[in-house]
T-cell receptor, first 111, second 116 residues
Framework: GIQVEQSPPDLILQEGANSTLRCNFSDSVNNLQWFHQNPWGQLINLFY???GTKQNGRLSATTVATERYSLLYISSSQTTDSGVYFC?????????????FGRGTQLTVWP | AAGVIQSPRHLIKEKRETATLKCYPIPRHDTVYWYQQGPGQDPQFLIS???????DKGSIPDRFSAQQFSDYHSELNMSSLELGDSALYFC???????????????FGPGTRLTVL
């Protein structure tokens, strides 16, 4: 299957700081999604971004498919941003549909 | 907007018992996926259904089976439960899996299964 690597594994920030999370993947992908898993375990869709750049409020994401990486930017972080951020990619061909997840970045934002 | 519904939200079972998890996809979504997330782990793909047919199979134990019904809801049946089956089980749905386009998956809140 496709290997998905996320960095950093852990990130501790003070409220108001900015951060960049990275996702590298080992093969061509059909789609890429970013999720936020909150402390209650829910997976919240942040971005569906197989390529290009998208912005949603304080969050933005960029995927460079030809170079097999994606970046998630969080600006002016808030305590409610805490949780685990997962990158997940959808393979091509016979595994079309299933998502391969990275191990996540655990973000802690202190007031 | 309607989301993916899963039931039950929490389930406690003894070893060797059986469990059934239910998933109701977003209306008009034709594809359902099941994922398992162990403690401190990332979600792992188990199985998927497109238009009521199994479309892909991942690392799902033989003790588990699943199906998608005519109303598109899906059930994951788990037998001879083991301690290692304790996990968060997610169902996700999407609407364009057959085309491979715009196949954004939306996840339900999960069922937290504890096996004692």
């Amino acid at each position: 299957g496709i290997q998905v690597e996320q960095s950093p594994p852990d990130l501790i920030l003070q409220e108001g700081a900015n951060s960049t999370l990275r996702c590298n993947f080992s093969d061509s992908v059909n789609n890429l999604q970013w999720f936020h898993q909150n402390p209650w375990g829910q997976l919240i869709n942040l971005f569906y971004i197989p390529s290009g750049t998208k912005q949603n409020g304080r969050l933005s994401a960029t995927t460079v498919a030809t170079e097999r990486y994606s970046l998630l930017y969080i600006s002016s972080s808030q305590t409610t941003d805490s949780g685990v951020y997962f990158c997940a990619v959808e393979g091509r061909g016979s595994t079309l549909g299933r998502l391969y997840f990275g191990r996540g970045t655990q973000l802690t934002v202190w007031p | 907007a309607a989301g993916v519904i899963q039931s039950p939200r929490h389930l406690i079972k003894e070893k060797r018992e059986t469990a059934t998890l239910k998933c109701y996809p977003i209306p008009r979504h034709d594809t359902v996926y099941w994922y398992q997330q162990g403690p401190g782990q990332d979600p792992q793909f188990l199985i998927s259904f497109y238009e009521k047919m199994q479309s892909d199979k991942g690392s799902i134990p033989d003790r588990f089976s699943a199906q998608q019904f005519s109303d598109y809801h899906s059930e994951l049946n788990m037998s001879s439960l083991e301690l290692g089956d304790s996990a968060l089980y997610f169902c996700a749905s999407s609407s364009e899996a057959g085309t491979g386009l715009n196949n954004e998956q939306f996840f339900g809140p999960g069922t937290r299964l504890t096996v004692l």
